[in-house]
């Protein structure tokens, strides 16, 4: 990214946040021992990084907020200590200060004097709004959604729910009446071809032929007046089903097809209506867990967003995120470490503090934080310019995490010499017999 110099932070601004920092790491260090073990380099790598991004006081008021800021701080005192110590190469420096950056201007986001000029650059952030813009645009999207939602359907579904359609994911995320989040839920008369045949590939669905126009032809022309009037650019790559927090409550939507898929499941021919209610289910799920409870500390940027989907995933078996569990079962497997373990004893997954605090422990506040940097497959793809996909690669994406856990210096010496071997990291065993299924 273009370098950008900070020169609206005034010293005593600075001054402010370096004391409210002591006082989090101090309050930190008996949730995570590493941040008392090297508090010093910590120190050393604070100043800059509360400088050059011009970070505010309040940012160290969020305590998820302030670990991440911890591990990069770690991070950033650990290459100042080195460029002093002694030769270093230049590549690696380069490529670490730039990881450093990027990193804290993804975290700092909200509470940067720099926001802006950050939003800016970051096509995964959304831009900040003044009230009244805000205001504006949430009446404006409020209305597009009035009158795109189909109420019809978005009934049905509410009466399933209340039949106890999702009771089975309530209970597995210990969710009862008084720990519940309020959330709407919309069904909306749109879908574009994309998603639809997409869907028909992966899970086999399809809808009778001659029907076929019709439904398209209903739900395409909408999805035009959702584009141009919310301005989502690139409507194609629309999802069957997503959650938004609208005025601080979160409104999970659901495409038509997928409120058909459950309603009216006559109306498709391939595959089986179980699997096509199954799926449709699945996805309903998933999208309720979003609407409780979310790993993702900050407003607009990626940060969390593996575990959150990776969360999602553990109670609505959606499919997409694949990669996300692949690396759970890795991760576990090098580090004794397991995510779902953890997701699936506390209340709604548990907070992000309490998990990045649990992975830090576990694995190391490095880990804690690259695992909050990394990015599922399905983003990985996505153009544009975007801080978190730069991040992502930097550490190697998902297996590239994988494989720096299993370098590092606590677990190398650990692992099992078969697993060790599958990931191309010991040459001294003979290749794993695979006779045995
Ligand atoms: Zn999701």
Redesign the pocket.
């Known amino acids: 990214m273009p370098e950008i110099i900070n020169t609206t932070n005034p010293e005593s601004l600075s001054q402010n946040s370096s004391e409210k920092l002591k006082h989090r790491l101090d309050a930190l260090s008996s949730t995570i021992p590493e941040i008392a073990e090297t508090r010093e380099i910590i120190e050393k790598g604070s100043q800059s990084l509360i400088e050059d991004f011009g970070l505010e006081a309040e940012m160290f008021d969020d305590e998820v907020l302030s670990m991440f800021f911890t591990a990069i701080a770690q991070r950033n005192g650990l290459l100042l200590q080195q460029l002093e110590s002694g030769p270093i190469d230049e590549e690696v420096a380069k490529g670490e200060k730039e990881f450093i950056h990027d990193a804290m201007a993804l975290v700092g986001m909200d509470y940067s004097s720099l926001s802006n000029e950050l939003r800016a650059i970051d096509d995964g952030a959304t831009a900040e709004l003044s009230d009244v813009e805000q205001r504006e645009k949430n009446q404006k999207e409020q209305m597009i959604y009035e009158s795109l939602t189909n109420v019809r359907l978005t009934e049905k579904i509410k009466g399933k729910i209340n039949s106890g359609l999702l009771d089975s994911v309530k209970a597995m995320m210990k969710i009862d009446t008084d720990n519940e989040d309020q959330y709407d839920i919309r069904v909306l008369d749109v879908c574009n071809m994309q998603t639809l045949s997409a869907m028909e590939t992966i899970n086999g669905f399809g809808i009778i032929d001659s029907k076929l126009d019709v439904y398209v032809q209903d739900i395409s022309k909408n999805i035009e007046l959702y584009e141009q009037e919310l301005g989502q650019e690139n409507y194609n790559d629309m999802a069957p089903a997503?959650s938004e927090g609208i005025n601080g409550k979160k409104t999970i939507f659901l495409t038509k097809i997928l409120a058909d898929m459950m309603v009216s499941p006559e109306l498709f021919v391939k595959g089986s209506r179980r699997g096509n209610y199954n799926i449709a289910v699945e996805a309903l799920k998933?999208?309720y867990v979003?609407a409780q409870g979310d790993l993702m500390p900050t407003s607009g940027t990626m940060v969390n967003l593996f575990l959150?989907?990776f969360r999602?995933?553990t109670y609505g078996n959606?499919g997409?995120?694949y990669d996300c569990k692949a690396i759970e079962y890795f991760l576990k497997t090098a580090s004794g470490f397991s995510l779902k373990e953890f997701i699936e004893t506390n209340p709604k997954g548990g907070g992000p503090s309490a998990l990045f605090a649990e992975i830090s422990n576990k694995i190391g506040l490095q880990a804690a934080m690259e695992i909050g940097l990394i990015l599922p497959e399905a983003y990985q793809k996505k153009s544009g310019n975007n801080i978190c996909k730069r991040t992502s690669e930097y550490i190697g994406n998902d297996m590239g995490y994988i494989r720096r856990i299993c370098k590092s210096p606590r677990f190398k010496d650990k692992l099992d010499p078969t697993f060790a071997w599958y990931m191309g990291l010991t040459k001294e065993i003979e290749k794993p017999s695979i006779e045995k299924q």
């Open positions: 997503w998933h999208e979003h959150e989907e999602a995933g959606f997409e995120y």
